[in-house]
């Protein structure tokens, strides 16, 4: 399952974004057997664009960033799959500041064996929270921006895997 670009988005600034989004976009809005399904067709690059992708693009935000956040480790529990992804393209500092973003919000929400419900208006009632929150989503949009673009970088160097030009 490859993407099927234009010859001028093969060096676009969102590459490997172009890549996986008919993939994302013939799920959205579906329940998670269907996502899990096209997810499974896909080839670990692939995957790790899938997720990285699914999780980034409902990052806009400081509360979408927070409640996101425990939305992919808590409910949907893709952040094992998330991290996976960026060992895959070896972006080792994006894997510290996700296994931070974890710590948060596992010391934040989790009593003993059990979740509480995470709100995005947590950070309005928890000062120190929206404190150690902010730091991580600034660290995470500078890790992001330089994941993306070594993200294109590999799928240009391994165009066969990822993209068929029109």
Request: aromatic content about 10%.
């Amino acid at each position: 399952m490859k993407a099927k670009l234009r010859p001028e988005d093969v060096h676009s600034k969102q590459l490997s974004w172009l890549c996986i989004q008919p993939m994302l976009v013939s799920v959205r809005g579906r329940d998670m057997a269907a996502k899990t399904e096209i997810y499974r067709k896909l080839h670990e690059g692939q995957q790790a664009l899938f997720l990285f992708y699914s999780y980034h693009n409902h990052t806009k935000s400081l509360a979408e960033f927070y409640w996101f956040s425990a939305y992919n480790i808590i409910e949907i529990k893709s952040w094992h799959g998330i991290k996976k992804g960026m060992r895959f393209f070896r972006l080792d500092e994006m894997m510290t500041v996700l296994d931070q973003i974890e710590s948060l919000i596992t010391d934040t929400n989790k009593m003993g064996e059990a979740w509480r419900e995470v709100l995005a208006t947590d950070l309005e009632k928890d000062p120190m929270l929206l404190q150690r929150t902010e730091a991580l989503y600034a660290a995470y949009q500078t890790l992001a921006e330089a994941a993306i673009t070594h993200m294109n970088k590999m799928v240009l160097q391994n165009q066969e895997m990822y993209l068929e030009v029109e």
